[in-house]
């Protein structure tokens, strides 16, 4: 008997579970946290798109790499990918996941994945390095997001896809929310290092990985010292973009 798929469905009776976007009740579906109609809302990143950040470009492509949203950075990898964009349901489950202890909707955020075209391919034969956080704020938070999405992704993805935390944020760094771009790479220079007992392997193809693009500073200032570490094959990836 399946104990796991009666229980569920004895919650669904007696705790009927919300949509986190809209509030509405959530039948069965792909998704446990979002109802039908918000779940065709997602915008999901297909081809053609920005290689280095991996935004959809709509409409006429447009001459060489002028993607508006990463035209400052200077990648320290390689391809980066997006599963879709950071907006109406994808935010309510990246906020609830980030800001309401709702450590149940990493689920739903590998189901955007494994909806998203290409965006798992790119994630196999890979070590997915999550964007760490600093010791305070995965006390306060009780996990780290990134790493809860990594482990999901490798879960649908097959055991093609590994997760290791490589990385440490050594600087208690404010949000970076109301800050500029510039202000945003100052605040975190030095801000993260290697692991002490992380191990580098030449031959491997690592991919950073975070839930949210917004200007690229925190994937970029990771990748630097992964590069520094001995890494030579490195992309990112995220769910969101915006
Ligand atoms: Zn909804
Ligand atoms: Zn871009």
């Known amino acids: ?31 446990r946290h979002l109802c039908a109609g918000c779940g065709r809302r997602v915008v999901y990143a297909g081809s053609p798109r920005c290689d280095t950040c991996g935004y959809p470009i709509f409409g006429a492509v447009e001459s060489g790499r002028s993607c508006p949203h990463c035209l400052h ?8 990918r997006t599963a879709c964009l950071f907006q109406g349901p994808v935010r309510a489950l990246v906020h609830a996941l980030k800001y309401e202890r709702a450590e149940y909707v990493a689920r739903d ?22 964007v760490p956080l600093h010791r305070r704020k ?17 879960a649908v993805g097959g055991s093609s896809i590994r997760v290791e935390n ?3 944020r050594v600087v208690d760094t404010p949000s970076q929310t109301h800050y500029s771009r510039k202000d945003r790479q ?15 392997m030449a031959d491997t193809r690592y991919v950073l990985l975070d839930d949210v693009f917004t200007t690229g500073s925190t994937l ?10 001995g890494v030579k094959d490195l992309d990112i990836a995220t769910i969101g973009h915006g």
């Open 186 to 200: 100052t605040n975190l220079k030095n801000a993260f290092a290697l692991a002490g007992n992380a191990a580098i």
């Open 1 to 31: 008997m399946d104990l796991g798929g009666w229980l569920d469905g004895f919650f669904d009776v007696f705790f009927p579970r919300s949509c986190v976007s809209c509030g509405k009740v959530v039948e069965a579906g792909d998704f």
């Open 220 to 229: 970029n200032a990771c990748a630097k010292v992964l590069r520094r570490s």
């Open 109 to 130: 955020l590998s189901i955007l994945a494994v909806h998203s075209p290409g965006f798992l391919d790119h994630l196999r034969g890979a070590v997915l390095v999550p």
């Open 73 to 80: 950075l200077r990648p320290e990898y390689r391809v980066g």
């Open 166 to 168: 490589l990385l440490e």
């Open 138 to 154: 995965l006390r306060e938070r009780g996990y780290n997001q990134s790493e809860l999405i990594a482990r999901r992704l490798s």
